[in-house]
T-cell receptor, first 116, second 111 residues
Framework: EAGVAQSPRYKIIEKRQSVAFWCNPI?????LYWYQQILGQGPKLLIQ????????DSQLPKDRFSAERLKGVDSTLKIQPAKLEDSAVYLC??????????????FGEGSRLTVL | LAKTTQPISMDSYEGQEVNITCSHN???????ITWYQQFPSQGPRFIIQ???TKVTNEVASLFIPADRKSSTLSLPRVSLSDTAVYYC????????????FGAGTRLTVKP
C-alpha cells in the first residue's frame, strides 16, 4: 500500500516569497492533517480536513497560510508571504477514521522549508 | 496546560529493555493513550495505542495501571535503530483541543 506522498522534500526561499506544499494521502483516507514541526519541537497541528471540509484550523496563521483539499483527496498548503519563523518541516498525515475517533495517523516524510 | 509529561531524554544500551513513562493525571474517561516514534528526517510513526491494562504488539508493550494516570511504553531488547523521539499522546481526537504532540522523549541507544 502506498504511503502519504509529499512534495517537495526540500525548499529554500527568501522571506516575503511564497511557497506551496502538496500532499497526496493514502487512498480512501477521509481525514487529512497538516502539521508544522520546528526543529527540536513536536509537530503542531495547523489544519485538519475531513473529506474537503475544514474541521480545525485554530492554529493556522490565516494572514499568511492557506490550505485546501479539493475533491477530498489531494491537499496543498501555501505560505505567502513567508517569514523567517516559518522555517520548519511541514508534515502531512492522513487517517482512515473520521475526526471524531482517535485511530492511527499515517505521516508522510515531510517538506523541509528554509526561509532566508 | 500540557496533558502529558514525559522525560526529555533517556539513554540505553543495545539489548536492554527500555521503559518510557508518561504521566497524564487529568486523563478523561473517553481518552486513549497513543505512542508515536519519530526518526530524524521522517514523519512520526504510530507504535501502539491502548485504553487500559496491557497492550502488546510486535514492536512494543503498553502498560496502563488501573487509575490510568500514567502509562509505560516498553521496548524489549533495543537496538541502535531504536534511537528516536517517542511521543505520548492522550485524548480522543487529533485536534488542538485534545491530542497534541509534546516535545517527546529522545531515546539514545548506545552500542
Amino acid at each position: 500500500e502506498a504511503g502519504v506522498a509529499q512534495s517537495p522534500r526540500y525548499k529554500i526561499i527568501e522571506k516575503r516569497q511564497s511557497v506551496a506544499f502538496w500532499c497526496n494521502p493514502i487512498s480512501g483516507h477521509a481525514t487529512l492533517y497538516w502539521y508544522q514541526q520546528i526543529l527540536g519541537q513536536g509537530p503542531k497541528l495547523l489544519i485538519q480536513f475531513q473529506n474537503n471540509g475544514v474541521v480545525d484550523d485554530s492554529q493556522l496563521p490565516k494572514d499568511r497560510f492557506s490550505a485546501e483539499r479539493l475533491k477530498g483527496v489531494d491537499s496543498t498548503l501555501k505560505i505567502q508571504p513567508a517569514k523567517l519563523e516559518d522555517s520548519a518541516v511541514y508534515l502531512c498525515a492522513s487517517s482512515l477514521e473520521a475526526v471524531s475517533y482517535v485511530g492511527e495517523l499515517f505521516f508522510g516524510e515531510g517538506s523541509r522549508l528554509t526561509v532566508l | 496546560l500540557a496533558k502529558t509529561t514525559q522525560p526529555i531524554s533517556m539513554d540505553s544500551y543495545e539489548g536492554q529493555e527500555v521503559n518510557i513513562t508518561c504521566s497524564h493525571n487529568n486523563i478523561a474517561t473517553n481518552d486513549y493513550i497513543t505512542w508515536y516514534q519519530q526518526f530524524p528526517s521522517q514523519g512520526p510513526r504510530f507504535i501502539i495505542q491502548g485504553y487500559k491494562t496491557k497492550v502488546t504488539n510486535e514492536v512494543a508493550s503498553l502498560f496502563i495501571p488501573a487509575d490510568r494516570k500514567s502509562s509505560t511504553l516498553s521496548l524489549p531488547r533495543v537496538s541502535l535503530s531504536d534511537t528516536a523521539v517517542y511521543y505520548c499522546l492522550v485524548g480522543f481526537a487529533y485536534n488542538n483541543n485534545d491530542m497534541r504532540f509534546g516535545a517527546g522523549t529522545r531515546l539514545t541507544v548506545k552500542p
